[in-house]
């Protein structure tokens, strides 16, 4: 069975009151300000646990939550937010009861002993030692690993909930779910990327839903659940297709965390392929978002409409120096930036950057090649 990782997200306001920014959660932040939570009761009791009697808690987990779900706020929440029930019935999304010890207590009437529990990432220790839930009052999505087994979960706090609390909520490490080596829906866009669709990768696991339900099979939405895409993440998503044939589309939220998420992924992506591309969205929107505002086909138009990632990497490189842009020597330090990025493009792909470069900055051509060729020399 796999090693994979928790997922963690970038955080932000509710979306009830604007975005669905999803947030990179410790486990102390679930705690009530008036509970006894314990911070040091969150440690690894893992032990000599069996990697598939944890496999079992979490699908016990998974249905738990999924019998909860037709009488929560969950299927109104997501009907807001443009996802009918045929869109998401076929991902693991459940609703985890606001009751401190519902999920535990049942699992402890399946036969399953309290370390294990724990180990599963499910349940926490207050400081006078009692087992409580972790998740609690939650949209719940289930992130499975490629062979179909829930490693963990990934939990959206009610809208407008007065707690203080994360806007999403993550698994803690455990053995099945391991940071950095996790993508939400890459079980469920399995058989889609394995027939040639081309993957997207979003921040969160609503705007990987939203490019599926968009796509038609031609698109497979992976969410990386946060902004830091990793190299274990792209060798993942790497046995599920052929990224230099079908290349791969980063629809990261368009702000600037999301920005600079997009330009660290190109120079993971650029390694396995070069046709990685970026879709082009309106500031700070996501791919849900956009799906709600605009409809399916508008989101798979704008993803075929797709640009260069590079052109994304290049712009962000010169935009450090927007301020100098109005004196010659700014220029200069700015095209000296680039012009390394530039230089590590694939042959085809250099022209198109130097005419932008050029463009931007105010230069000429032979200019912008002249400091390209320089770096190769």
Sequence with gaps: MAHLQACGHPGGR????????????????????????DPEGDRDPEGD???????GLTRAAARVFAAR???????????????????WRLWTVGYAPAAWTGLTSHLRGLGYADHAVQAAGLARRTRHGALVDVFRDRAMFGIRLPDGTVAGFTGRARPGAARRAPVYLNTKTTI?????????????????????????????????????AAGSGRYAGVAVCGT?????????????CDLRRTGVVVAFDADRPGRRAAVRAYHLLREVTDQAMTVTLQENQDPA??????????????????APLADLAVDQTVAAFDRWLDFPDGKFAALRAVAPLIAGLPPGQVGRQVVRVAARLGLSYPEVTEAVTTVLE
């Design 14 to 37: 509710d979306p009830e009151g604007g975005r669905d920014r999803e947030s990179d959660c410790d486990r102390e932040s679930d705690c009530d300000p008036e509970s006894d939570c």
């Design 49 to 55: 646990c069996d990697p598939e009697e944890l496999a």
């Design 69 to 87: 779900l037709a009488g929560s706020w969950v299927p109104g929440y997501l009907a807001r937010r443009g996802f009918g029930e045929d869109t």
């Design 176 to 212: 099945l779910y391991r940071k950095g080596r996790v993508l939400f829906g890459l079980h469920e866009g399995w058989q889609a990327l394995a027939a040639g669709a081309r993957p997207v990768l979003a921040e969160g696991p609503l705007d990987a839903i939203a490019v599926t």
């Design 228 to 240: 830091a895409l990793t190299s274990a993440q792209v060798c993942l998503l790497g046995q599920a």
């Design 289 to 306: 978002g956009f799906r709600r505002e605009h409809g399916d086909r508008a989101l798979a138009r704008r993803l075929d409409a797709s």
